[in-house]
T-cell receptor, first 111, second 115 residues
Framework: SQQGEEDPQALSIQEGENATMNCSYK?????LQWYRQNSGRGLVHLIL?????REKHSGRLRVTLDTSKKSSSLLITASRAADTASYFC???????????FGKGTKLTVNP | GAGVSQSPRYKVAKRGQDVALRCDPI?????LFWYQQALGQGPEFLTY????????KSGLPSDRFFAERPEGSVSTLKIQRTQQEDSAVYLC?????????????FGNGTRLTVT
């Protein structure tokens, strides 16, 4: 079963625009992570945000976490064609020793 | 190489055959995870090792699936009597610390096709 659910399932934007993806989860968490996956490749870690943090930045990425709403968002600013990929959020399954992934948002950035 | 290495990259098996998928994690990484990813879906957890100990195998779909990491480094995922529903990409990931509190480093996966 998958703990996180990303929204939207697919997103298509023009280069230079911002992209926002959302993740909702069901149980309390210790941390939430975002990953990117290019077609035919493994996942690449982007950002880890802990449950006591509200916002985190890394380059053009901004992640927010709202534990009261059990939701997180990933913002990619000034998108590039190379950002085209699927993006997944992942949470610990209620404290267990595993990371549970959502179904992902497929982002297409058109040049 | 410095990353997680998986082999083979592609595997085609006839239904009923046994397969073995190999994962070479990053040297020194304590945690090792196996995930199964169907087309268009997110990775589904299969099993977790901390060093050589298999601490969680709750995601293994059936007793046809078996994983081991005997010396706390290389891991093998074995699937016996493969079925068509086993067709998927099998991803291995490792991380430096125990559990999920540090980023996972993924290999590129093994794409298994059962015919």
């Amino acid at each position: 079963s998958q703990q996180g659910e990303e929204d939207p399932q697919a997103l298509s934007i023009q280069e230079g625009e911002n992209a926002t993806m959302n993740c909702s989860y069901k149980t309390s968490i210790n941390n939430l992570q975002w990953y990117r996956q290019n077609s035919g490749r493994g996942l690449v870690h982007l950002i880890l945000i802990r449950s006591n943090e509200r916002e985190k930045h890394s380059g053009r990425l901004r992640v927010t976490l709202d534990t009261s709403k059990k939701s997180s968002s990933l913002l990619i600013t000034a998108s590039r064609a190379a950002d085209t990929a699927s993006y997944f959020c992942a949470t610990d399954g209620g404290g267990s020793e595993k990371l549970v992934f959502g179904k992902g948002t497929k982002l297409t950035v058109n040049p | 190489g410095a990353g997680v290495s998986q082999s083979p990259r592609y595997k085609v098996a006839k239904r009923g055959q046994d397969v073995a998928l190999r994962c070479d994690p990053i040297s020194g990484h304590v945690s090792l995870f196996w995930y199964q990813q169907a087309l268009g879906q997110g990775p589904e957890f299969l099993t977790y090792f901390q060093n050589e100990a298999q601490l969680d195998k709750s995601g293994l779909p059936s007793d046809r699936f078996f994983a081991e990491r005997p010396e706390g480094s290389v891991s093998t995922l074995k699937i016996q009597r493969t079925q068509q529903e086993d067709s998927a990409v099998y991803l291995c990931a490792s991380s430096l610390a125990p559990g999920f509190n540090s980023p996972l480093h993924f290999g590129n996966g093994t794409r298994l096709t059962v015919t």
